[in-house]
């Protein structure tokens, strides 16, 4: 079955950098879009990023653009988002799913990030 174990997440100060990874198995990594999302609390599921199976394309919400990037290693079956000029409202736990964009059917336990001076 699809597993997805992410890791990488902790605290961070404001204008710092975190990089995720999700640990993918269960199924053909190469042939899946992936994507991060991530849910604050009180808030709902926000996707965050998604690359192609290839990793020729990739999407961002406006709020993280030019300051996250998606990438994706094939061969290792590992999916990385790293993090960078971070902000209080990046908190959240982020999730690794198994899709290109919403909705996300296959979907890790997540990974806790916080911002905090």
């Known amino acids: 079955q699809v597993q997805l174990v992410e890791s990488g997440g902790g605290l961070a100060q404001p204008g710092g950098s975190l990089r995720l990874s999700c640990a993918a198995s269960?199924?053909?990594?190469?042939?899946?879009?992936m994507s991060w999302a991530r849910q604050a609390p009180g808030k709902g599921l926000e996707w965050v990023a998604g690359i192609y199976s290839d990793g020729t394309a990739t999407y961002y919400t406006d709020a993280v653009k030019g300051r996250f990037t998606i990438s994706r290693d094939n061969a290792r079956n590992t999916l990385y988002l790293q993090m960078t000029s971070l902000q209080p409202e990046d908190a959240a736990l982020y999730h690794c799913?198994?899709?290109?964009?919403?909705?996300?059917?296959?979907w890790g336990q997540g990974t806790q990030v916080t911002v905090s001076s």
């Open positions: 799913a198994k899709s290109w964009g919403p909705p996300f059917r296959n």
């Open positions: 269960g199924f053909i990594f190469r042939n899946s879009a």
